[in-house]
């Protein structure tokens, strides 16, 4: 089945960790607010269906090649001519729930053009683009072209709401077409008209349906004349673009419009596999919505585990995702959530004191700046404390008071100097982010630090590999972790598990590190990027042992290449990263070399299966 990335409106929006170019500054009086654009989270669609003249069989055949394609889809809904329409002389046809379920299931089975016909048309060609157009129109001036084998099927939710009532593959009108300057009749131009990117993932949902036939279906909140309304913007938006594509002494596919006389009830009682959220609101997990899935499988990858003595990493508490918020595992009921955000500032000491007074009676809720988004400073006066290692300070006070040291408590709130209680009641705290490990990773790596008084390079390591936690930092968090590493050892009241007093030398793969580790995806495998895999040492260091680079060569020494061992080695050559070039005929060379080496350390009954990089070169086609 083909599949073409299409965005949906998430729940919960996911902050994109902030950009290197604005960093921010330790000195928050000066502090300027830079908002951040939202992630774009793929979501696949069902992809085009073959074409079809009569009625279909079974198994139906491909369609002959034809001079712009080598392989035409088809449709059970083209042509039309057998379903009845709306209004008698309208071009809008309607089919039933059957009708919808067959159609659905048959453009599931075909087998997909290849992906030069949609590439790189669907990465977006704007014509004002030249940086997009330079690229790659330079290699074949027919890219530009709308493909014409292909034939999908677009299902439009006519209220556009939806949060219920929800068939899978649904889109909203707005997701489609355009809706403003009087322009409601067009679909959405949403190539974008500067920059240059091979994963405009947002952009794919309308530029498939203009390539699409269109089927629109209600619930029991929107009339049949509203919907009726709606389908023929469709039919209009249909013949523009086809009058505006239109190439000479060439013909064009036409699509059409159809509406689903079933009510959203019936094909829930009679076809439950096309409904991804029911009438009601819930989630229909025996449907292969991808972009719940995304959610789900983030939820549990950086589910909130314990890093230190009451003290855990996690995402930001989820109910409709996450089992944690339903009282279905065993994570606690926190005393305070802290929130890391790309705009947070960090709190004043008078703050953290009232909240901490307040935990005791109820949860408390407060923000601190995410990764990336403070920077190293040149000189720390002796006086004060950064807010990262005060920040730590103040999180152990309250997790483990037992061993805190309480001799340089400042005031409270109210201005006094608090008591030393023999019975302090430790609290439970969550540092927290939407995804469980981006934005959080700066505070829960110095966090780390401080608790177990280690150093920067140990506690990536081993909050990696000991802590099982994934996270993602940036260079700006090495270097600012590695300037105020010397105050967060002093200050911490933790047993040493390294040699204090004397000068540690940082491991080689530090400095040549970007802040991120790659991303355990298997038990047994890693996934990275050519700066991972650029640094061995690291590599090593993680327990991974074998490297498949595909795109580009590594660049390592002599003497890196002979220690690793050629056999342990796979580069995939003569491909890259520029959204053209096809992949298929090279997976099966890939996967023999993980799996050859995967049963290898099977037959020698390893107690634990080694680790693995895979260095990922993959254009989005």
Same mark, same amino acid.
């Given at each position: 089945?083909?599949?073409?990335?299409?965005?949906?409106?998430?729940?919960?929006?996911?902050?994109?960790?902030?950009?290197?170019?604005?960093?921010?500054?330790?000195?928050?009086?000066?502090?300027?607010?830079?908002?951040?654009?939202?992630?774009?989270?793929?979501?696949?669609?069902?992809?085009?269906?073959?074409?079809?003249?009569?009625?279909?069989?079974?198994?139906?055949?491909?369609?002959?090649?034809?001079?712009?394609?080598?392989?035409?889809?088809?449709?059970?809904?083209?042509?039309?001519?057998?379903?009845?329409?709306?209004?008698?002389?309208?071009?809008?046809?309607?089919?039933?729930?059957?009708?919808?379920?067959?159609?659905?299931?048959?453009?599931?089975?075909?087998?997909?053009?290849?992906?030069?016909?949609?590439?790189?048309?669907?990465?977006?060609?704007?014509?004002?683009?030249?940086?997009?157009?330079?690229?790659?129109?330079?290699?074949?001036?027919?890219?530009?072209?709308?493909?014409?084998?292909?034939?999908?099927?677009?299902?439009?939710?006519?209220?556009?709401?939806?949060?219920?009532?929800?068939?899978?593959?649904?889109?909203?009108?707005?997701?489609v077409l355009c809706a403003e300057n009087g322009r409601d009749s067009s679909?959405?131009?949403?190539?974008?008209?500067?920059?240059?990117?091979?994963?405009?993932?947002?952009?794919?949902?309308?530029?498939?349906?203009?390539?699409?036939?269109?089927?629109?279906?209600?619930?029991?909140?929107?009339?049949?004349?509203?919907?009726?309304?709606?389908?023929?913007?469709?039919?209009?938006?249909?013949?523009?673009?086809?009058?505006?594509?239109?190439?000479?002494?060439?013909?064009?596919?036409?699509?059409?419009?159809?509406?689903?006389?079933?009510?959203?009830?019936?094909?829930?009682?009679?076809?439950?596999?096309?409904?991804?959220?029911?009438?009601?609101?819930?989630?229909?997990?025996?449907?292969?919505?991808?972009?719940?899935w995304e959610r789900q499988e983030m939820c549990k990858m950086s589910q909130?585990?314990?890093?230190?003595?009451?003290?855990?990493?996690?995402?930001?508490?989820?109910?409709?995702?996450?089992?944690?918020?339903?009282?279905?595992?065993?994570?606690?009921?926190?005393?305070?959530?802290?929130?890391?955000?790309?705009?947070?500032? @960090?709190?004043? %000491?008078?703050?953290?004191? +009232? =909240?901490? !007074? $307040? &935990?005791?009676?109820?949860?408390?809720?407060?923000?601190?700046?995410?990764?990336?988004?403070?920077?190293?400073?040149?000189?720390?006066?002796?006086?004060?404390?950064?807010?990262?290692?005060?920040?730590?300070?103040?999180?152990?006070?309250?997790?483990?008071?037992?061993?805190?040291?309480?001799?340089?408590?400042?005031?409270?709130?109210?201005?006094?100097?608090?008591?030393?209680?023999?019975?302090?009641?430790?609290?439970?705290?969550?540092?927290?982010?939407?995804?469980?490990?981006?934005?959080?990773?700066?505070?829960?790596?110095?966090?780390?630090?401080?608790?177990?008084?280690?150093?920067?390079?140990?506690?990536?390591?081993?909050?990696?590999?000991?802590?099982?936690?994934?996270?993602?930092?940036?260079?700006?968090?090495? @270097?600012?972790? %590695?300037?105020?590493?010397? +105050? =967060?050892? !002093? $200050? &911490?009241?933790?047993?040493?598990?390294?040699?204090?007093?004397?000068?540690?030398?940082?491991?080689?793969?530090?400095?040549?590190?970007?802040?991120?580790?790659?991303?355990?995806?298997?038990?047994?495998?890693?996934?990275?990027?050519?700066?991972?895999?650029?640094?061995?040492?690291?590599?090593?260091?993680?327990?991974?042992?074998?490297?498949?680079?595909?795109?580009?060569?590594?660049?390592?020494?002599?003497?890196?290449?002979?220690?690793?061992?050629?056999?342990?080695?796979?580069?995939?050559?003569?491909?890259?990263?520029?959204?053209?070039?096809?992949?298929?005929?090279?997976?099966?060379?890939?996967?023999?070399?993980?799996?050859?080496?995967?049963?290898?350390?099977?037959?020698?009954?390893?107690?634990?299966?080694?680790?693995?990089?895979?260095?990922?070169?993959?254009?989005?086609?």
């Amino acid at each position: 089945m083909a599949a073409v990335a299409i965005p949906q409106s998430p729940a919960r929006q996911t902050p994109t960790p902030p950009p290197q170019a604005l960093p921010l500054s330790l000195d928050i009086s000066k502090r300027e607010i830079t908002p951040v654009p939202n992630k774009h989270i793929p979501y696949c669609s069902p992809g085009p269906a073959p074409r079809s003249r009569q009625h279909v069989p079974a198994t139906p055949p491909a369609s002959p090649p034809t001079k712009h394609c080598d392989l035409q889809t088809y449709s059970i809904l083209y042509p039309p001519d057998t379903y009845p329409k709306v209004n008698g002389s309208s071009p809008i046809f309607s089919i039933d729930s059957s009708t919808l379920a067959t159609a659905v299931s048959h453009l599931a089975a075909q087998e997909f053009p290849d992906p030069k016909y949609a590439f790189p048309w669907l990465h977006g060609l704007h014509p004002e683009n030249q940086v997009q157009l330079a690229f790659f129109l330079a290699r074949r001036k027919g890219l530009r072209s709308t493909p014409k084998c292909f034939r999908g099927l677009t299902i439009i939710k006519a209220s556009g709401n939806l949060s219920k009532s929800k068939l899978k593959y649904a889109l909203a009108p707005e997701e489609v077409l355009c809706a403003e300057n009087g322009r409601d009749s067009s679909f959405l131009d949403l190539d974008p008209k500067e920059g240059f990117s091979v994963r405009n993932f947002h952009i794919q949902a309308t530029k498939m349906a203009t390539v699409s036939d269109i089927v629109i279906y209600r619930d029991e909140d929107t009339s049949d004349q509203d919907t009726y309304r709606l389908a023929k913007r469709f039919v209009k938006a249909q013949s523009n673009w086809e009058t505006q594509n239109a190439v000479p002494e060439q013909s064009s596919p036409t699509f059409n419009t159809f509406v689903v006389s079933s009510s959203f009830k019936d094909i829930e009682a009679s076809y439950p596999e096309l409904v991804a959220v029911n009438s009601q609101g819930q989630t229909n997990h025996g449907v292969a919505d991808f972009f719940q899935w995304e959610r789900q499988e983030m939820c549990k990858m950086s589910q909130a585990s314990e890093i230190a003595e009451n003290v855990w990493l996690g995402p930001t508490p989820d109910s409709s995702l996450c089992p944690a918020s339903t009282g279905q595992s065993k994570e606690p009921t926190f005393d305070i959530l802290i929130e890391t955000s790309d705009l947070a500032q @960090a709190p004043e %000491s008078c703050v953290l004191s +009232r =909240i901490g !007074e $307040l &935990s005791l009676h109820a949860p408390q809720h407060l923000e601190f700046p995410s990764s990336g988004s403070i920077m190293p400073f040149k000189a720390i006066p002796t006086d004060t404390l950064d807010p990262v290692t005060d920040m730590c300070r103040w999180i152990h006070r309250l997790a483990d008071p037992d061993v805190s040291d309480t001799s340089g408590d400042e005031p409270d709130s109210d201005g006094d100097i608090p008591m030393k209680s023999l019975s302090a009641r430790p609290r439970k705290i969550l540092i927290h982010c939407t995804d469980g490990y981006t934005e959080s990773s700066l505070l829960g790596l110095a966090y780390f630090m401080y608790s177990e008084r280690i150093p920067v390079h140990e506690a990536w390591l081993r909050l990696h590999c000991q802590k099982k936690r994934n996270f993602f930092a940036y260079p700006s968090d090495v @270097a600012l972790l %590695s300037s105020i590493q010397p +105050r =967060i050892l !002093e $200050l &911490s009241c933790a047993e040493s598990n390294s040699i204090l007093g004397t000068v540690q030398e940082e491991p080689a793969w530090l400095s040549r590190m970007d802040g991120s580790l790659p991303s355990r995806i298997l038990p047994y495998m890693y996934l990275g990027n050519l700066g991972h895999a650029n640094n061995p040492e690291l590599l090593k260091a993680l327990g991974i042992k074998k490297v498949l680079s595909v795109g580009e060569p590594v660049n390592w020494t002599k003497t890196q290449k002979e220690s690793w061992g050629p056999k342990n080695v796979l580069l995939i050559d003569r491909v890259q990263d520029n959204g053209i070039d096809p992949l298929m005929s090279l997976f099966e060379r890939c996967l023999e070399f993980i799996g050859r080496h995967k049963e290898k350390m099977k037959e020698q009954q390893l107690s634990s299966i080694a680790e693995w990089e895979c260095h990922d070169q993959l254009p989005s086609a």
